[in-house]
């Protein structure tokens, strides 16, 4: 049948492509892209011949068996993205299709079931954080983090931030991507170093830190409430499954990543932030919440109570501009910790700090290298090594090991080794058997 349209996908007629463009004032579409050289605004591609999609999945495969998997390999990389045990009901559970939506749900007339399991969501975070509302879900931590000092800044209707270098660097540059353009001052001093003042909005801090410490927060919770600030830290939810919640020591927000519970390592994604706030901090608190209620026949129902996006309030009130949510990896994350279980969130967090501390015993024994005293930990510590984290690294991998992160900018030739539940005697043997050698062999 003829039709007036240029493309099946592309909806608009030529004499509708020829008004538009006089209405601008160019001769051609190709005029709009002037400024585009022209060896690249249509480059010739190479393309290989198509594949039948038996060919596709073995050159695929191919290429994916050239990755070092963590569990096929020893691997002590943490630094905020860590691989613990994830039950298969996780998998089971958000595959189904009424949870697999392929659109956010933010709609008011979304499903019971989604808002019950946002509402189940919320009800988790708020009972491993000891904080009394929590959102539907951030990006991810780090976000959730720089989410936390804003919001600081709008409940005090201050402008300056404490951060504390402990807090992970890249949380750290995420914060100051989102604050300083907005005008907020930020100062970054080491934990117990920070001079809180009548401008300071709030004090950010991790827990347990970027280098694995432990800290009692009362102190800086009791200054920062006495200059008038609020405390926001960013928490490893597999942490509180055997340490104090940070709600105990007095903080007002709690940040997190709940990638370690339910989520796979993946390539850095999805992932999904935790948000936590005291109730009378809520209604500045970004992001949407699910309540619970009943109908008029006393049925329990579940509605969206709660939702500070541009779209549905005047935009200069907004609280956030969080649009796609990462709902069914929070849908997840609720899942594995109903699957775990109190108990096990515990036996997951006193398996990861028993074997990390026997890691750490096990290296400190060694010649040539020191684990650094931060005092308490849980799972990650720093090593002093002979060589630098690089040559380090190096040499593990040729021994078929993923080594640590490079720690070597707070201590010299300091690596940043990680350990969860998931390492086998082996791999933490294998581990020790070959920095000894490197140690004896001179990185090689």
Not at 221 to 244: I, K, N, Q, T
Not at 277 to 290: K, W
Not at 382 to 390: D, F, G, K, M
Not at 419 to 439: F, G, K, N, P
Request: charged share 20%.
């Amino acid at each position: 049948m003829p039709t007036p349209f240029p493309h099946s996908y592309l909806p608009h007629t030529e004499a509708q492509r020829r008004e538009m463009i006089d209405a601008v004032g160019v001769s051609s579409v190709d005029e709009l892209f002037a400024d585009i050289p022209d060896a690249f605004r249509n480059p010739d591609i190479t393309l290989p011949p198509a594949l039948t999609e038996l060919e596709l999945l073995r050159e695929i495969g191919g290429l994916a068996k050239r990755n070092a998997v963590p569990g096929e390999v020893p691997c002590f990389v943490g630094g905020g993205v860590y691989r613990h045990f994830i039950p298969s009901v996780v998998g089971a559970m958000i595959s189904r299709g009424e949870f697999l939506t392929s659109y956010t749900p933010y709609q008011p007339e979304v499903s019971q079931g989604t808002l019950q399991a946002t509402y189940e969501y919320q009800s988790m975070i708020c009972e491993i954080t000891a904080m009394e509302a929590a959102n539907a879900g951030m990006y991810d931590g780090a976000s959730s983090l720089a989410e936390a000092a804003l919001m600081a800044c709008r409940v005090t209707g201050r402008h300056s931030v404490i951060v504390h270098d402990t807090v992970n660097p890249r949380y750290r540059a995420v914060v100051d991507t989102y604050l300083v353009p907005q005008g907020v001052e930020v100062i970054t001093v080491a934990p117990g170093g920070e001079s809180i003042s009548d401008a300071t909005a709030c004090v950010l801090t991790q827990y347990p830190d970027y280098f694995g410490a432990v800290r009692d927060l009362t102190p800086i919770a009791d200054a920062a409430h006495e200059a008038g600030a609020l405390l926001a830290v960013s928490a490893d939810p597999v942490a509180l499954g055997m340490f104090r919640a940070p709600g105990e020591f007095g903080a007002d927000i709690v940040t997190g990543e709940t990638q370690p519970i339910g989520v796979n390592m993946s390539f850095g994604g999805p992932f999904v932030g935790y948000f936590a706030c005291r109730l009378s901090h809520i209604r500045q608190m970004p992001g949407r919440i699910a309540g619970r209620t009943v109908d008029h026949e006393g049925r329990i129902g579940y509605a969206l109570t709660l939702q500070t996006r541009e779209q549905h309030i005047r935009r200069e009130r907004a609280t956030s501009n969080i649009c796609t949510s990462e709902a069914l990896i929070a849908t997840g994350t609720a899942v594995c910790l109903a699957a775990l279980g109190p108990g096990g969130l515990r036996r997951m967090a006193e398996l990861s700090y028993q074997k990390a501390h026997y890691v750490a015993a096990e290296i400190a024994a060694l010649d040539s290298y020191e684990v650094v005293d931060n005092g308490p930990w849980f799972n990650e510590f720093v090593v002093r090594c002979p060589h630098t984290a690089l040559e380090t690294n190096a040499a593990l991998w040729r021994r078929g090991i993923i080594g640590g992160i490079d720690a070597g900018s707070a201590v010299e030739n300091g690596l940043l080794l990680s350990v969860t539940e998931m390492h086998t005697r082996a791999e933490i043997d294998a581990l020790v058997s070959a920095l000894r050698e490197i140690a004896g062999k001179g990185a090689q």
